[in-house]
């Protein structure tokens, strides 16, 4: 039980494309059950396959320790994205090649899962209670994931004191990077309705193109923030545009277009969707707003120390704490309990032949002991 690199490879040769049920769970609770921790699992969804309905699994383990001693989570998931074409070897093969292990999932994230469970089989029961979060529904829609773990641990009474996210965060090397918090994440879709016509007679038309360009000229010239002592500035991206129009002399009845925000917490999702609201409306069009998730941070202090600590005296390296990338289930479970991200090197992740190095899998499954030790003693 405390092979990682063993671990790593039942974990990963246990398909699991998101949403994610069945075997590879079934695999997680057999390395867990003989540690002494309790397993529950339940699965969320009831739509049809490809639906952002699909059936979810989830896993909430709990190895409790003494009364009243420190509760401390880690979290992560266990669903992939799909393959693709053109791997050297199967994806869902773990295969040694030299120092790597190669394997969709080696690095995001079943790598660190596998070195979180070989790093609480190292530390006894009587020093605090460890549980783990494990959702199937990361890398989708993420509806019925972990939002759905933080609504069973409020009603079971399960609330952690902290919570380590096993993402990939470091850069060039393990350790190099932790993150303290992720900027939030809103899509809204536009569209500006017309009156399609001959482009012969456009007295007889009504060109909605027009109207979207000006719309997404406005959009684009904004400066939403110059960023923050933590946060990168906010931006908005143009992500799509569409028209669906076949003919060259026909005015379209209708266009469309797609913005992403990326942004820091000087904003809220609904500040922003009001913000573009009330800019499509002005050139005649609406907006359709989805938030994905608000900005958060975990000020340094006690907790970041004792992960700085932890990765600084099995690398040498002092980790940087940064707020950069993408989203990730921290934002839903910074609302139970502070939390922080780190994790190994994420040059691979989500790219054919993702590879992890078996060494960083042995490092951090010893950084994880130290943190969770740590953690557990302040309790």
Not at 55 to 71: C, D, Q, T
Not at 178 to 198: A, D, P, Y
Request: aromatic residues 6%; hydrophobic residues 40%.
């Amino acid at each position: 039980m405390t092979d990682v690199t063993d671990l790593a490879k039942q974990l990963i040769e246990a398909p699991s494309v998101t949403p994610a049920t069945g075997l590879v769970f079934d695999v997680l609770e057999q390395m867990l059950t003989p540690l002494g921790f309790g397993v529950h699992r339940f699965t969320r969804g009831d739509g049809p396959a490809g639906s952002d309905e699909a059936p979810v699994e989830n896993l909430f383990a709990i190895r409790r320790g003494p009364e009243g001693s420190k509760h401390f989570a880690f979290a992560g998931h266990l669903d992939v994205v799909p393959p693709g074409d053109g791997w050297t070897s199967a994806p869902f093969t773990a295969e040694e090649r030299g120092e790597l292990l190669y394997g969709r999932g080696a690095v995001d994230m079943k790598g660190a899962i596998a070195a979180i469970v070989a790093a609480v089989a190292d530390i006894p029961v009587d020093v605090g209670t460890v549980s783990f979060i494990i959702t199937g529904d990361e890398e989708g829609p993420a509806l019925h994931g972990t939002r759905a773990l933080i609504d069973y641990m409020r009603e079971a009474g399960h609330q952690p004191d902290l919570c380590l996210v096993g993402e990939p965060t470091s850069v060039n090397r393990l350790g190099d990077m932790m993150k303290i918090g992720r900027r939030g994440s809103v899509n809204i879709w536009l569209e500006v309705e017309g009156v399609q016509g001959h482009v012969a007679y456009p007295h007889l038309a009504d060109n909605p193109l027009p109207k979207l360009v000006a719309m997404l000229a406005e959009i684009d010239a904004l400066v939403l923030d110059e960023g923050t002592d933590w946060f990168q500035p906010s931006n908005i991206e143009i992500t799509e545009l569409e028209v669906g129009n076949a003919a060259h002399n026909v005015i379209p009845a209708r266009a469309k277009a797609r913005i992403s925000i990326r942004f820091n917490d000087q904003h809220s999702g609904a500040s922003l969707s009001d913000l573009i609201g009330g800019i499509a409306e002005k050139h005649g069009g609406s907006a359709l707003p989805i938030i994905s998730g608000e900005p958060f941070l975990t000020p340094p202090g006690d907790f970041s120390q004792i992960i700085a600590d932890a990765i600084e005296a099995e690398t040498g390296i002092v980790p940087e704490a940064s707020t950069s990338g993408g989203t990730s289930d921290a934002r839903f479970l910074r609302a139970v309990c502070p939390v922080i991200e780190f994790g190994l090197c994420n040059a691979t992740m989500h790219k054919r032949d993702e590879a992890v190095a078996m060494p960083d899998l042995d490092t951090l499954s010893r950084i994880y002991a130290r943190i969770a030790r740590a953690v557990l003693a302040t309790g």
